[in-house]
């Protein structure tokens, strides 16, 4: 299948690019996010897709529509703000993915531990009906511990959060959580 992967980070990516190549498919990856904050972060994963595509001779798609204001609007609006990340940038995945001619579109948020892999599941499969191409869903978690080894074997840069500033902030304040816990 020719089948293009959005992808959120480098890192995230040189498993599933792996595991899909190795099965026969032609992969084109889609860089189309929105969501990460701040915009050195953005660009920092850029790079790295850019640096890793380059020494792997990938096909890769940029959708450099950095509109962070009117996602942080939809985000602070919706019930779920991690249902509305997925649903924008799955949404754009397959509605290119149709365009383009591709048979199928899948995301490798898919292969975090840490993203909501139901979720993900359902909003691919109804960005899948809504654009009328297939979501490629396959459980790339098995393949997590073999992605970080492979990224710093390669030197890419590696994020410590999901991308956006919610995130973020949870991770900081997790982190000062601990301290004050250890202090206490």
Not at 13 to 19: D, I, L
Not at 26 to 45: C, G, L, Q
Not at 105 to 123: C, D, G, N, W, Y
Not at 146 to 167: A, T
């Amino acid at each position: 299948m020719k089948i293009l992967v959005h992808v959120c980070c480098a890192p995230c990516f040189t498993y599933p690019n792996e595991s899909l190549v190795e099965k026969g498919h032609d992969v084109t990856a889609f860089f189309y996010n929105p969501n990460i904050h701040p915009y050195m972060e953005y660009k920092s994963r850029q790079t790295s897709l850019e640096q890793y595509a380059q020494m792997k001779k990938t096909k890769v798609i940029y959708n450099n529509e950095y509109d962070l204001e009117n996602y942080l609007k939809g985000a602070l609006a919706a019930a779920e703000r991690c249902r509305f990340c997925y649903e924008c940038r799955l949404n754009v995945t397959a509605k290119t993915a149709q365009e383009l001619g591709f048979d199928a579109f899948t995301t490798t948020l898919l292969i975090s531990p840490f993203q909501k892999h139901e979720m993900l599941a359902r909003v691919g499969e109804k960005a899948a009906d809504e654009h009328g191409v297939e979501f490629y869903y396959e459980d790339f978690r098995v393949g997590y511990r073999k992605s970080r080894e492979i990224s710093k074997d390669m030197g890419l840069y590696m994020q410590k959060y999901c991308g956006c500033i919610f995130s973020e902030k949870e991770r900081y304040l997790k982190n000062e959580n601990h301290k004050l816990k250890d202090i206490l």
